[in-house]
């Protein structure tokens, strides 16, 4: 089993920026997890924002790219989410995600998920 835990959430105004951030346990987590960041704004689907792969590789979605930027550290068993230049359109509950056998922006391919931590983003 694996236990995530987001914390970093807030409410800032457009341009301003927030780093969200993960913890990670477990007696089954280990690095060689992908992990990834998602959000569900009221009224929509969620989906996915960025994905770290075991060796660091990384994707984004488009609405992304440029801005957020995702990053993990192993030692501390910590993944971040690095979001500047942030709009209203950003505003939803962004969900830390893990999975061992799969690696992408698709909500089905994780196994894992935290409850959530919100973010609102005013103009």
């Known amino acids: 089993q694996v236990q995530l835990v987001e914390s970093g959430g807030g409410s800032v105004q457009a341009g301003g920026s927030l780093r969200l951030s993960c913890a990670a346990s477990?007696?089954?987590?280990?690095?060689?997890?992908?992990m990834g960041w998602f959000r569900q704004a009221p009224g929509k689907e969620r989906e996915g924002v960025a994905v770290?792969?075991?060796?660091?590789?990384?994707s984004y979605a488009d609405s992304v790219k440029g801005r957020f930027t995702i990053s993990k550290d192993n030692a501390k068993k910590t993944l971040y989410l690095q979001m500047n230049s942030l709009k209203p359109e950003d505003t939803a509950m962004y969900y830390c995600?893990?999975?061992?056998?799969?690696?992408?922006?698709?909500?089905?391919?994780?196994?894992?998920w935290g409850q959530g931590t919100q973010v609102t983003v005013s103009s």
């Open positions: 770290i792969d075991s060796v660091g590789g990384t």
């Open positions: 995600a893990a999975d061992l056998r799969h690696c992408g922006l698709w909500v089905e391919w994780f196994n894992y």
């Open positions: 477990g007696y089954t987590y280990s690095s060689s997890y992908c």
